[in-house]
C-alpha cells in the first residue's frame, strides 16, 4: 500500500508567503520600470536627441571622448539637443552661436546648477562652484571675488610673487640637470601655491607630502566626478549602497580630503583679528561671526571647507594642465619653440626677468598660450549648469531645472569661427602684421554669470611661468620618446604622463630681481 504525504498546512502557508513576495517583488520592480521610462520621455517642444537605452539612457556613450561624441551627435541634432542621462533629461548646448545666446544673452536663465545627487552629496549644494543660483551664490561669490581683488591680481605685489613662485619652479626643474622627468609634479606646486597664497597667505614647499597627497586625490576626484559610475549615481542613487565601484572611492577621497582642509584652515587662522583678514580664511570667518544671527545666511563653517577645496581645484587644475600641454607641444614643435624663445629674448634682453607690462610685446607667445587653450579644451563641457526658469531657445521649450551642458569643445572646433580647427596653429591669433587679435569664438573659461572667477589670475600665471621657462630652458623629449597627445578624461582633459628634457639654454636666463647677493643665497645666480 502506497502512503501519500500531502503538504502541511504550514508548509502551503510558506509556499503561498513565498510567492506572493515574488508577485510582490515583480509588480514593484514593474512599477520601477514604467516610472523609469517616463522619466525618460520628451515633454512637449524638447529638443530632439538620440534615442536612449532603456533605464540608462545614453550613459555609456559619455565614457569615451563625450565632447567628441556630443559634437557628432549635433551634426545630427543640431547645435540644441537632448540626452537622457538614465532619466536625467539633459540639453547639450554646441557651437559658438547657441552658446552665446543661452549664456550670454540669457545668461540669468542659464545660471544655475543642476540638482545631481552626486552634487547633494559632495556639496550638499553649497559652497561656490556647485552652489544653487541665489543669495547663496552671490555671497560666496562676491567674497571670492574680493578676495582675489584684495590679496591677489588686485594687488602690484602679487605680481612679484608669483615671479617668485617661478624661480622657484624653474630652479627645482634645474636640479634634473636636463635629465627625463615627469614634470606633472612640479608644475601643480608651482601653479597651486599662487592659490594658496590668496586662501591661506601662505605657500606649500614642493616636497610637503601631505600637500602633495591632497593635491593628487582632487585630481583624481577631478576625473571620477564624470566616469560612468558617477553618472549611474546621479541617475540611481541608491547605488551608494553598493559597496564597490568608482563613486564609492569619489566619496572616501573628498571625505579625506575635507578632514585635511578643515586642519589647514585651523591651522591658519590662527591668529586672527575680526576685520584685518590677511588672507582669504580670515575673510570668510568674518563674514561668518558677522551674519552668525541671520537665519539666511550661507555662511557656515562646512561651505568654508566647500569653498576652499573648490577654490584650490578650480585653481591648480586648468592652469596647470594648461602649462603642461604648452609645454609638450613645445617639444613636440620645436620650430613653434623656437620662435617663441627668438621673441622673449628680444624683449627681454639679458637675462632680465618677464614682467606682465611684457605680454603687450610678446604677440606670439600669447598666440601660443591662446592656441593651447583653445587646442587642448582643458575643460570641454564646462561644469553642469541648469536653467533657473523656464527658457525658450531655438523654438524649443527647456523647463525651469533642466540640466545643461555647454560643450565648449564645440565651440572651439566650431568650423564657422576656426579654419582647419583640428590643426594646432597659433598663427591664427595673429593679424598679417604680427600683431595679436582676439577671436570670438574663444571661451576658454565659459561666458555669463558663472564664468571663471580666476580668469585674470590664471593669464597671469600662464603668461609668467611660460615665458620664465622657455627663457631658461630648452624643452626636448628623451631620445627615442614621443609622447602621446591623447588626452586623459575627466572634467578636464589632462595630458596623459609623459617625460621630458629641460636643458639649459646657452644664453643667460631669467634672474629674479633681487641683489646679487640673495641671488647667490637663493640660488638664482645663472
Known sequence: MVSIRTPSLVQMSSRGALLAACCLSALLLALLLVRQLVKQRRPAGFPPGPSPIPVIGSILSLV??????????????????????????????????????????????????????????????????????????????????????????????????????????????????????????????????????????????????????MIEIFSENVELAVSSWAFLYNAFPWIEYVPFGKHQKLFRNAAEVYDFLSQVIQGFSQGRVPHRPRHYVDAYLDELEQNSGDPSSSYSYENLIYSVGELIIAGTETTTNTLRWAMLYMALYPNIQERVQREIDSVLPNGRAPTLEDKQRMPYVEAVLHEVLRFCNIVPLGIFRATSQDAHVNGYKIPKGTMVITNLYSVHFDEKYWIDPGVFSPQRFLDSSGNFVRREAFLPFSMGRRQCLGEQLARMEMFLFFTTLLQRFHLQFPPGSVPTVAPKLGMTLQPKPYSICAVRRQRKAAASRDTPRDKMARGHLL
Open 64 to 213: 569615451t571622448e563625450p565632447h567628441v561624441f556630443l559634437k557628432k551627435q549635433s551634426e545630427v541634432h543640431g547645435q540644441i539637443f537632448s540626452l537622457d542621462l538614465g532619466g536625467i533629461l539633459t540639453v547639450v548646448l554646441n557651437g559658438y552661436d547657441c552658446v552665446r545666446e543661452c549664456l550670454y544673452h540669457q545668461g540669468e536663465v542659464f545660471s544655475d546648477r543642476p540638482s545631481l545627487p552626486l552634487f547633494e552629496k559632495m556639496t550638499k549644494m553649497g559652497g561656490l562652484l556647485n552652489c544653487k543660483y541665489g543669495k547663496g551664490w552671490i555671497e560666496h561669490r562676491k567674497l571670492a571675488c574680493n578676495a582675489f581683488r584684495y590679496f591677489g591680481s588686485g594687488q602690484r605685489q602679487f605680481e612679484r610673487k608669483i615671479s617668485e613662485e617661478c624661480m622657484f619652479f624653474v630652479d627645482a626643474i634645474d636640479e634634473h640637470k636636463g635629465k627625463p622627468f615627469n614634470p606633472k609634479h612640479l608644475v601643480t606646486n608651482g601653479v597651486s601655491n599662487i592659490s594658496n597664497l590668496i586662501i591661506f597667505g601662505h605657500r606649500f614647499t614642493y616636497d610637503d607630502r601631505n600637500f602633495q597627497h
